[in-house]
């Protein structure tokens, strides 16, 4: 019996890191889907009561794998969290690996994740605006923290980095890496020349054609 390809469906923004995240791992794990667009940012899709029937959190991404693979008994249900998601499709569809081999390399790239997914992506959030008196404030606290973020990176990725943020493979941690640099130099006007480490690994990364194939712009322009 042939495995059946999977009607996959990622709810997320175009503009949203977290989703680009798993945008960029469906990609390169070669998963068919199509994605769905919740617009968190103008129409506040997130908050209805039908995307909460998908989503609880009501957050992006959620992702839904409609068929069941047939040697993939889990495969039907919905998940949310990109990290989660990820996390589920590098152990149903280990090829190519997200995670590298030893015990230290997965913890330097834990690393890399923690900082981005707690250290920074949170801080950075749009959802916060509304619990500042002014605009201004708003961007002042989420360029500190960036900075701040950023600083940290720098100094992990002087350690774990070679052709990517951990070695010579491509892990989870290029995945968290990416969506996130591009929110601070695109909406934050960051600088990233004074991390070295850090921008030159992003140049290097953004023409990796799992990221070109999932940029935030060519899923804008799509749709």
Known sequence: MTAVKPQTILYGFWLSSC???VR????LKKIPYEERSVDILH????????YRAINPSQKVPALCIVLVRVNISSDGATLVESM????YLDETRPEPPLKPPSPLQRARMQEIC???VSGIQPLQNIGLKGYFETEDKYTAFTKYWTERG?????????KSAGTYCVGDQFTKADLCLVPQLYNAVTRHKLDLGKYRTVSQLYEKLL???SFE???PKKVRNSN
């Open 19 to 21: 989703t680009w995240r």
């Open 24 to 27: 960029a791992a469906l990609h």
């Open 43 to 50: 129409e506040k899709a997130q908050l209805t009561d039908q």
């Open 84 to 87: 989660a998601i990820i996390e």
């Open 114 to 116: 923690e900082t981005v």
């Open 150 to 158: 950023l600083q940290s990176l720098e100094e992990l990725l002087t």
């Open 207 to 209: 023409k990796e054609q």
């Open 213 to 215: 194939e999932t940029h």
